[in-house]
């Protein structure tokens, strides 16, 4: 949806003005926390004891950006491992940029220094100094990493999608329960302060009865270069892995490094993309499981050859470029009444950014739309008994009969209350920093509880549910035809999985 700076600003300040509301208690307390925002939010403290000795395996682009957010006074980072002896140096140099600073610049250089490098993930697990890891390394290799770091003593922190397959996910939960090792998977939005008060505003009933989400993950890779997906192998990493990746389960140097674009070592944009959406629409929904999905897939930019003036070639990848699907969630009646559904849409395209990322709920007494983990607006519907609403009205939330409610009815300039919960919301982070800070907590604590009591808020059994979403629909895309999901695919203990029981 395309929008005014203006009507940008009226919607943030009405979000405000509702987390302000929703959330007013609550807010008070975050002022007072010392263990921080995000301490505060999701339920734990500054750690006791001795930062958690961690290492980190697959320091690529996203290793990297969980090195530079690392929490120090939580994570102690004594080890780094990767195949690719470019990304071991970027671990401690950096890119040059401040996403990812390198870990020099963030402790100084001589803990740098101290951080053991080592070349796979082998040397790394055999080192008595390491408590915890970090795996950011493909999705194919999530689940035998993972495996292998609890049974070598590890707690593990994955990073998403969980696995490659619903039955290594299962697996998975089963030996960090044999082998009493916490198991988290990387869906940050979990600990982002902004989806937390922006789910603040669903659960309130703000919005009224919420029928449909839009959610969408849209990029432009038609112009040359713009293809982050598909990397240039470099000289050193080519020299040093030359007869070695198949031993860590790659078939070639490409599969290594371009990884996404092979349905052998990725998952497509659904495991990339669309998962995060998903889990956010979910987390809207209250963590219930879908009904049913189904959706369209190709490769309809990369695998046509000469397209307009772009003149290229078709190349070998095998994942679609372009994805629609669409999701059936039970409503908050659905028990009593079928008919009551909430539907998700969800597209990733590859040539088209107009719209980048987010999700917009539709309800019927208003819109909340989160733009790219980074915002979120809201506007009230008009109506003859509430009065006017759209995207330029200021609202003042009230308390109704059945809850609050959105006022436009006299017009507003920001309010003490919206600044307030503003300013709490100018510190967000997107929920790296807390997911490891809160890991830490969990492991020191000894927490091995579920989510609702204080315990691992994506854990595995949480993200198994995102992975199933995400693998579902590639499924409905593969074999084109509407899937219901089985309630035992999500029970951790059940062996039934999707891969298993939807064939052609
Ligand atoms: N949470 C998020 O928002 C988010 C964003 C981007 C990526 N990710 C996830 O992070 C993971 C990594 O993505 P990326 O973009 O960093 O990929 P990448 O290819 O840039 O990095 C992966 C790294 O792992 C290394 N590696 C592979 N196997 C190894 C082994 N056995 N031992 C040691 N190192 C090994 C590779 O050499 C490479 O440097 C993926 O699962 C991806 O889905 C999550």
Same mark, same amino acid.
């Given at each position: 949806?395309?929008?005014?700076?203006?009507?940008?600003?009226?919607?943030s300040?009405?979000?405000?003005?509702?987390?302000?509301?929703?959330?007013?208690?609550?807010?008070?307390?975050?002022?007072?926390?010392?263990?921080?925002?995000?301490?505060?939010?999701?339920?734990?403290?500054?750690?006791?004891?001795d930062?958690?000795?961690?290492?980190?395996?697959?320091?690529?682009?996203?290793?990297?950006?969980?090195l530079?957010?690392?929490?120090?006074?939580?994570?102690?980072?004594?080890?780094?491992?990767?195949?690719?002896? =470019?990304?071991r140096r970027?671990?401690?140099?950096?890119?040059?940029?401040?996403?990812?600073?390198?870990?020099?610049?963030?402790?100084?250089?001589?803990?740098?220094?101290?951080?053991?490098?080592?070349?796979?993930?082998?040397?790394?697990?055999?080192?008595?100094?390491?408590e915890?890891?970090?795996?950011?390394?493909p999705?194919s290799?999530?689940?035998?990493?993972?495996?292998? $770091?609890?049974k070598?003593?590890?707690?593990?922190?994955?990073?998403?999608?969980?696995?490659h397959?619903?039955?290594?996910?299962?697996?998975?939960?089963?030996? $960090?329960?044999?082998?009493?090792k916490?198991? $988290?998977?990387?869906?940050?939005?979990?600990?982002s302060?902004?989806?937390?008060n922006?789910?603040?505003?669903?659960?309130?009933?703000?919005?009224?009865?919420?029928?449909?989400?839009?959610?969408?993950?849209?990029?432009?890779?038609?112009?040359?270069?713009?293809?982050?997906?598909?990397?240039?192998?470099?000289?050193?990493? $080519?020299?040093?892995?030359?007869?070695?990746?198949?031993?860590?389960?790659?078939?070639?140097?490409?599969h290594?490094?371009?990884?996404?674009?092979?349905?052998?070592?990725?998952?497509?944009?659904?495991?990339?993309?669309?998962?995060?959406?998903?889990?956010?629409?979910?987390?809207?929904?209250?963590?219930?499981?879908?009904?049913?999905?189904?959706?369209?897939?190709?490769?309809?930019?990369y695998?046509?050859?000469?397209?307009?003036?772009?003149?290229?070639?078709?190349?070998?990848?095998?994942?679609?470029?372009?994805?629609?699907?669409?999701?059936?969630?039970?409503?908050?009646h659905?028990?009593d009444?079928?008919?009551?559904?909430?539907v998700? =849409?969800?597209?990733?395209?590859?040539?088209?950014?107009?719209?980048?990322?987010?999700?917009?709920?539709?309800?019927?007494?208003?819109?909340?739309?989160?733009?790219?983990?980074q915002?979120?607006?809201?506007?009230?519907?008009?109506?003859p008994?509430? +009065?006017p609403?759209g995207?330029?009205?200021?609202?003042?939330?009230?308390?109704?009969? +059945?809850g609050?409610?959105?006022?436009?009815?006299?017009?507003l300039?920001?309010? =003490?209350?919206?600044?307030?919960?503003?300013? =709490?919301i100018?510190k967000?982070?997107r929920?790296?920093?807390?997911?490891?800070?809160?890991?830490?907590?969990?492991?020191r604590?000894?927490?091995?509880?579920?989510?609702?009591? +204080?315990?691992?808020?994506?854990?595995g059994?949480?993200?198994?549910?995102?992975?199933?979403?995400?693998?579902?629909s590639?499924?409905?895309?593969?074999?084109?035809?509407?899937?219901?999901?089985?309630?035992?695919?999500?029970d951790?203990?059940?062996?039934a999985t999707?891969?298993?029981?939807?064939?052609?």
């Open positions: 949806m395309q929008l005014t700076p203006e009507q940008v600003q009226t919607g300040d009405n979000f405000n003005e509702a987390v302000g509301y929703t959330r007013r208690s609550f807010l008070k307390g975050t002022v007072a926390s010392a263990g921080g925002l995000g301490a505060t939010y999701f339920g734990y403290d500054k750690l006791k004891g930062p958690v000795r961690f290492g980190f395996i697959g320091t690529g682009d996203e290793g990297s950006v969980l530079n957010e690392h929490p120090p006074e939580y994570m102690d980072i004594v080890a780094v491992a990767d195949l690719r002896p =470019t990304n970027r671990a401690l140099e950096g890119d040059g940029n401040d996403v990812r600073q390198g870990l020099i610049r963030k402790l100084g250089n001589q803990k740098a220094q101290s951080i053991k490098l080592y070349a796979n993930h082998k040397e790394l697990l055999a080192d008595p100094n390491v915890a890891v970090v795996i950011a390394v999705l290799q999530h689940a035998p990493l993972a495996i292998e $770091a609890m070598a003593g590890k707690h593990v922190l994955t990073e998403k999608l969980m696995a397959s619903i039955s290594q996910c299962k697996e998975m939960i089963q030996v $960090a329960k044999e082998t009493n916490l198991l $988290a998977v990387g869906h940050q939005r979990h600990y302060v902004l989806y937390d922006a789910n603040s505003v669903v659960r309130s009933g703000l919005l009224g009865d919420i029928k449909h989400i839009r959610a969408q993950w849209h990029r432009n890779n038609s112009f040359p270069g713009r293809d982050s997906w598909r990397k240039t192998i470099k000289d050193d990493d $080519a020299k040093a892995l030359k007869g070695k990746v198949q031993e860590f389960g790659y078939n070639s140097m490409d290594l490094v371009n990884w996404r674009l092979y349905n052998e070592t990725g998952g497509g944009l659904m495991a990339e993309l669309g998962s995060h959406q998903l889990d956010a629409c979910s987390i809207f929904l209250g963590k219930v499981h879908p009904i049913a999905v189904q959706g369209f897939g190709g490769r309809n930019f695998g046509v050859k000469g397209v307009g003036s772009m003149d290229k070639q078709s190349d070998d990848r095998e994942i679609d470029d372009h994805v629609y699907v669409t999701f059936e969630f039970p409503g908050l659905y028990q009444d079928p008919n009551d559904v909430v998700v =849409t969800y597209s990733s395209l590859n040539t088209n950014r107009l719209e980048p990322y987010g999700e917009q709920v539709f309800g019927s007494r208003g819109t909340m739309i989160v733009r790219q983990e915002e979120a607006l809201l506007y009230k519907e008009a109506s008994s509430t +009065g609403g995207l330029e009205q200021r609202l003042h939330i009230i308390s109704g009969k +059945g609050p409610v959105m006022d436009a009815s006299e017009s300039a920001p309010s =003490t209350q919206a600044a307030t919960a503003a300013s =709490t100018e967000i982070s929920g790296y920093t807390e997911e490891m800070e809160h890991f830490c907590h969990c492991v604590t000894n927490n091995f509880d579920t989510p609702q009591n +204080g315990g691992l808020r994506c854990n059994t949480v993200a198994m549910a995102d992975a199933i979403m995400a693998l579902t590639n499924l409905a895309m593969r074999y084109k035809r509407r899937i219901e999901f089985k309630d035992e695919w999500f951790p203990t059940n062996p999707p891969e298993e029981d939807v064939k052609a």
